[in-house]
């Protein structure tokens, strides 16, 4: 049975930081692109960040870019979402995805349960 388990969400004031990890078992891990999505009560779910399979490249939305960094290790299994500078907007419920192909999208195979982020002004 395959499990992604995300922890490390919280509440924050705006400016801090906060890193999301993510637990992966029942798959091959070295063989499925990891990424993170995030999604707001009555809004779809939107990504935020992921890295491609083949060439270890990652991509990040727009609003997070230089703020956000992912980091996967494949010897323990897990996805990082390290958030630096956090903003009010950044407040959502935050996913962990698997994909069996080359980047994770909302497509993905697998998911987490999410963890929550808010952040105050």
């Known amino acids: 049975q395959v499990q992604l388990i995300e922890s490390g969400g919280g509440s924050v004031q705006a400016g801090e930081s906060l890193t999301l990890s993510c637990a992966a078992s029942g798959l091959n891990f070295s063989d499925y692109a990891l990424g993170w999505f995030r999604q707001a009560p009555g809004k779809a779910r939107s990504f935020v960040a992921g890295n491609t399979l083949r060439f270890g490249i990652t991509y990040y939305t727009d609003s997070v870019k230089g703020r956000f960094t992912m980091s996967r290790d494949n010897a323990k299994n897990t996805v990082a979402l390290q958030m630096n500078d956090l903003k009010p907007e950044d407040t959502d419920l935050y996913f962990c995805?698997?994909?069996?192909?080359?980047?994770?999208?909302?497509?993905?195979?697998?998911w987490g349960q999410g963890t929550q982020v808010a952040v105050a002004s």
């Open positions: 995805a698997g994909a069996n192909g080359e980047i994770a999208t909302k497509e993905s195979d697998y």
